[in-house]
Structure formats: structure tokens, C-alpha cells
């Protein structure tokens, strides 16, 4: 059956699968091999499939083993598919900002509001001296925020520009980086209680 190249197509699990049809459905799954495979669809034609990896990073990797034997089962699950849901999304991370998403997705089912811990908003996601913090976030706005001229100022990357010779041989004034209200400074050390890994912190 599976020589018959007219019923078996070959994909990635997330491009456009012409089993996507009204009325067409899995009607089985067969034929594992590490992260392949065969699914048999209701019309009778087949489709082989690659589930990308859960990380690529021996250190996520090694985490998430960890997490397995650490955590509950029903809870460790549901931890893993959460991660595998951001790391998997397209425009996915590359092998060295996989770290520091991994970081900030655990972080965030612990409770913590990531996008307000100064240490998790300078991570790099692309590998670059860009300050664009994750590449699948929604902007808020298309006005931005005084929280976004602060992150900027406070980036690597103003500071590389800053410390730039360009910018020593014109003379310009390094600008002032507010300091945070003590309002601001609470609302960082609030946890959301209702968070999957809160309560095993």
C-alpha cells in the first residue's frame, strides 16, 4: 500500500496538507519511525508526516527531562505542550535564542509577568543586536509606549550605540534613563497565582 506513490504524500506537519479537505479526516496513524509519521486519511490516501523536535538545545532538552521527573504527570504535560506550542509556532526560535524563550515560557507558567522583569525583557531571541524582544509577540499598539522608549534606552543595544565612536566624535549627550517608580516596582514582583507551575514553585 505504501509503494503506491499516488496516495502517499510527503510533509511537514505544519505546511497546507491536501487532507485539509471538507469531510476528510485521519482515519489512522501508522508506521512511527523517530518523529515520522504515516497518517491514513478517510478519502484512503496517505500522508507522511515530521513532527519538528521538542528542542534542539541539549540544555532545554535536558531541562525538560528534568521537568518529566520532577513534576506531575498531568501537570508535566501540559507543561510540555505549552512549550512545544511556543517553541513550534512559526518564526520558531533559532538553536541560540532557544534558551532564553525556554527561560521566558517557564518563567511565565511560574507566574511571573516576563515582559516586565528587566532581565527576561533584554533577552535575544534572533542572535542579533536588534532590541525586538520575541519575534511572535502582538504589538500592543502601533504607537508604543513609554515602557518601549525605556526598554530601548535601557537595551545592550543603545549601550553599544551609546559606547559607539560615531557617537563620541559628535559630541552627543548620552540620555537619561528614567528610574523606575516605586509602582512600577511592585507591579514586577506580583506572581499570577492561577499559572500552571505556580503552585510548584
Known sequence: ELRDSSKLHDSLYNEDCTFQQLGTYIHSIRDPVCNRVTLELSNGSMVRITIPEIATSELVQTCLQAIKFILPKEIAV???VKWY??????GGPSYHSEWNLFVTCLMNMMGYNTDRLAWTRNFDFEGSLSPVIAPKKARPSETGSDDDWEYLLNSD?????????????LCLSPLEVSQMKDEDFSQNLILDSSTLLFTHI
Open 85 to 90: 506550542s511556543v517553541h513550534s509556532a512559526p
Open 157 to 169: 543595544y543603545h549601550q553599544n550605540v551609546e559606547s559607539h565612536l560615531l557617537n563620541r566624535s
Open 78 to 80: 501540559q507543561m510540555l
